[in-house]
């Protein structure tokens, strides 16, 4: 895990005092709201439907148990017992007083966390594979390369006011568990035929009013040019993006509206100018980024094969809970552990400050003292000793987080919604722990087995409705909320965008739309090994139409 140096100490706590006086300049009403908005945006503060909401960054989403204690901390102190976290691998609190948020900052900057450019038209959070340093199917750990883009992006000078957000994804394994191609720049690590490590480089991905799979331009870019060339892509996007129209604005739509093949020959040029410049990185510092993520010394603990045997034959709750909750891990004597923050009826995403201290300490004492979050707001223990198992699940029943349901149709994502949001069109809670209600039963969640459901609120898509394998997005018709469905959506490796189904369904009669969709894949898929995914990519949309209208025509 990356340590601050002096400059990074130095460079939080300035910015924390900078904003101080800005904040108190607001209250004061030396700074008019429209003045103070910009100012509040870059250090990660929103006005919400009720109240100031403040965004932190989880870089990569890693975190050490002392900073997720004072995340619990501030969750006490400055807001209403709870922290929701969200789909970038970051942590919002909805509730602080906006004369108190310089105070919770500083307080965060003493564990080496901040929120800068947790919101505005800058670089965001740099996110990546919540199973980094540890997934059996990993080339190289992508956090290294995170933390050196972070260093880069941050307060950049030519970057710091883009004609829009711009997000940036790593992953470093097989499996895309990073979402890399709904990203504006996506990174895939992988080494060439003589064993070198690069990035297959893509562009122009993302979701919102306009989802774009991202564009391939490059297939193997030296690990030495990662800073040149991905300045040379937001610099082409910084000269060429549009800033007439905010709905215009990503870099999405200048790779459509360009070309990929003119944008990357643009990039090319620009990378071309900086190849050999002081953007080059020397394998030294790469190296020295490197060291700060070696992974812990995992001693050797064979016993935990017959322990967990044992276990699991004894408790059919633990056995649910490790076949679906914890992955194989580089070393066999140990797990990756998924901390479902889905319990049942729950809001996804929340946790109260004494389930955060809970993790911590199991964390602690089981997991080496790290914790991730996953972008499917979910919290993970990337090294859990199998021999330990047992000790972790019953320290997670006991704090309300043991749902044995990671991927399956209860691990649900949605944003905050028209609960919390001022841009919602509609609810996502309540919709979220309904269908959650009902699918609760663990017999008919492995009976369904792998199913991804995604409800955002608003088209802005905080919820990745798009590639959920169903989807939901609220929307306002006529003053009532509706549920548009779509379907078939997917954000690995193989990504797709889910199609839109037929027109929207009312709150209260969306969970038995879903009910419906289920029944009829259950119904036609080719044996229960088949997802829904893949049933759907056989069949296509017209069983599902057929099933929730009656007929092709009245979907129309």
Known sequence: MYRYDEFDHAFVAERVEQFRDQVQRRLSGELAEDAFKPLRLMNGVYLQLHAYMLRIAIPYGTLSSRQVRMLAHIARKYDRGYGHFTTRQNLQFNWPKLSEIPDALSELASVEMHALQTSGNCIRNVTADHFAGAAADEVADPRPYAEILRQWSSVHPEFSFLPRKFKIAVTGAERDRAAIQVHDIGLHLKKNEKGEIGFAVYVGGGQGRTP???????????????????????????????????????????????????????????????????????????????????????????????????????????????????????????????????????????????????????????????????????????????????????????????????????????????????????????????????????????????????????????????????????????????????????????????EIIGRGFEPDKVTDAIETIVNTYLTIRKEPSEIFLETYRRVGPQPFKDALYGSAAEAA
């Open 212 to 498: 774009m799979i991202a564009k391939l331009i490059r297939d193997f870019l030296p690990e030495e040019d990662l800073l040149s060339y991905t300045t040379a892509i937001v610099r082409v996007y910084n000269l060429n993006g549009r800033r007439d129209n905010k709905y215009k604005a990503r870099i999405k739509i200048l790779v459509h509206e360009t070309g990929t093949e003119e944008l990357t020959r643009q990039i090319e040029a620009e990378f071309a100018e900086l190849k050999d410049s002081e953007l080059k990185l020397p394998e030294a510092d790469v190296e020295a980024i490197a060291t700060y993520f070696a992974p812990p010394a995992l001693p050797d603990r064979a016993e935990g094969w017959e322990n967990l045997a044992r276990w699991k034959k004894a408790d059919p709750a633990f056995a649910r809970w490790v076949q679906q909750n914890v992955q194989p891990h580089k070393h066999p004597d140990y797990g990756m552990v998924t901390i479902s923050l889905k319990p049942i009826g729950g809001i996804p995403g929340d946790a109260s400050d004494s389930q955060m201290d809970a993790v911590a300490d199991i964390a602690e004492e089981y997991a080496f003292d790290e914790v991730r979050v996953s972008h499917e707001q979910n919290l993970i223990l990337p090294h859990v000793a199998l021999a330990d198992l047992e000790a972790v699940y019953r320290g997670l029943v006991a704090i309300g987080l043991a749902e044995a349901n990671a991927g399956l149709i209860t691990d649900i994502i949605a944003c905050p919604g028209l609960d919390y949001c001022a841009l919602a069109n509609a609810r996502s809670i309540p919709v979220a722990q309904e269908i959650s209600r009902r699918f609760g039963d663990p017999d008919r969640q492995a009976e369904i087995g792998e199913l991804k459901i995604k409800i955002s609120g608003c088209i802005n898509a905080c919820g990745h409705h798009h590639v959920g394998h169903i989807g939901l997005l609220g929307v306002e018709k006529k003053g009532a909320e509706l549920y548009q469905i779509t379907l078939g959506g997917s954000g690995d490796e193989h990504t797709s965008i889910g």
